[in-house]
């Protein structure tokens, strides 16, 4: 009979969003899609991260920022939203914060406004539709 000598991992992975202290990295999620935004929000949940606030366009996720700062490890921002879009929300927050880690969520052929986030000072982009696996792999690049 297998017993848990043989599965010595199995349940001791740190969640990745789980910082070297303990502590879970804080997220605010900013996508005008309520369908994005819980996708995201259950990826990261499931991995331990802790989702500290959700907004559904540029200026509300603007606002939130400055509310929760400095306690705002990464935003993940959606490019097209009503009121303030996505690139400009970003330049707003990094002109309020330089250190501000935020990775933008594209819808595809948009890679004029992704580049632009980029020199802007966005620390990575996700093509939609969401992949787990892909979230992870660039949210993960964009915190550490
Ligand atoms: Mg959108």
Same mark, same amino acid.
Do not use: H, W
């Given at each position: =009979?297998?017993?848990?000598?043989?599965?010595?991992?199995?349940?001791?992975?740190?969640?990745?969003?789980?910082?070297? @202290?303990?502590?879970?990295?804080?997220?605010?999620?900013?996508? @005008?899609? =309520?369908?994005?935004?819980?996708?995201?929000?259950?990826?990261?949940?499931?991995?331990?991260?802790?989702?500290?606030?959700?907004?559904?366009?540029?200026?509300?996720?603007? @606002? =939130?920022?400055?509310?929760?700062?400095?306690?705002?490890?990464?935003?993940?921002?959606?490019?097209?939203?009503?009121?303030?879009?996505?690139?400009?929300?970003?330049?707003?927050?990094?002109?309020?914060?330089?250190?501000?880690?935020?990775?933008?969520?594209?819808?595809?052929?948009?890679? @004029?406004?992704?580049?632009?986030?980029?020199?802007?000072?966005?620390?990575?982009?996700?093509?939609?539709?969401?992949?787990?696996?892909?979230?992870?792999?660039?949210?993960?690049?964009?915190?550490?």
């Amino acid at each position: =009979m297998k017993n848990k000598q043989d599965f010595p991992n199995i349940n001791e992975r740190t969640p990745e969003g789980q910082k070297p @202290d303990g502590s879970k990295y804080r997220v605010l999620i900013v996508d @005008d899609s =309520m369908f994005v935004t819980k996708q995201i929000s259950q990826i990261l949940t499931s991995e331990g991260f802790d989702v500290i606030g959700t907004a559904s366009d540029g200026q509300e996720g603007l @606002d =939130m920022y400055k509310e929760q700062y400095p306690n705002v490890d990464l935003v993940t921002m959606d490019i097209t939203m009503p009121k303030m879009d996505g690139v400009t929300a970003l330049e707003k927050i990094i002109e309020f914060d330089k250190d501000a880690s935020v990775i933008m969520i594209s819808a595809l052929g948009k890679q @004029d406004l992704v580049k632009k986030s980029l020199l802007i000072g966005a620390k990575n982009y996700i093509v939609k539709p969401l992949d787990r696996a892909k979230v992870l792999e660039r949210i993960l690049m964009s915190i550490k």
